[in-house]
């Protein structure tokens, strides 16, 4: 996951600085948003080998908390406290790009876990390359 996670921070870099030409506010912003909501998200995509919407139902406890950090998150980034952070508004725009980058950071990520779960040197998998019972 580490190297998804270091190819989506590199693309969401050069997206603020190159396609927005983002300010240190924006970029603070931007980078706050994307980075809250990659990190909270893939919660719901490694916590299964299944695939999130075949996987068993989260606890409501795991839902409730996870979606009230990142409400309480962005709400916090877009709102009107935000100021005292530095953090400026987001145009609607922006926001898309950023919800576009997310989604494809969370399709990656379940298709590196799927290449982890079958790789032989998989922790899970025994000496032979299959699971175990």
């Known amino acids: 996951m580490g190297v998804v996670s270091s190819l989506f921070d590199v693309i969401t870099f050069a997206v603020l600085l190159k396609l927005f030409a983002a300010d240190a ?10 980075s809250i909501s990659t990190q909270i998200l893939v919660i719901f995509v490694i916590r299964s080998r299944r695939m999130p919407w075949r996987a068993n139902r989260p606890h409501i406890i795991l839902i409730a908390t996870s979606l009230g950090a990142l409400v309480a998150g962005v709400g916090l980034a877009l709102g009107p406290w935000g100021r005292i952070f530095g953090f400026t508004a987001l145009s609607a725009a922006f926001l898309t790009t950023i919800a576009a980058i997310a989604a494809a950071y969370l399709i990656s990520a379940e298709l590196a876990k799927r290449l982890a779960i079958s790789s032989p040197e998989s922790p899970r998998n025994g000496p032979s390359g299959k699971m175990p019972p």
């Open 25 to 34: 506010a924006l970029f603070q912003t931007g980078w706050f948003v994307e």
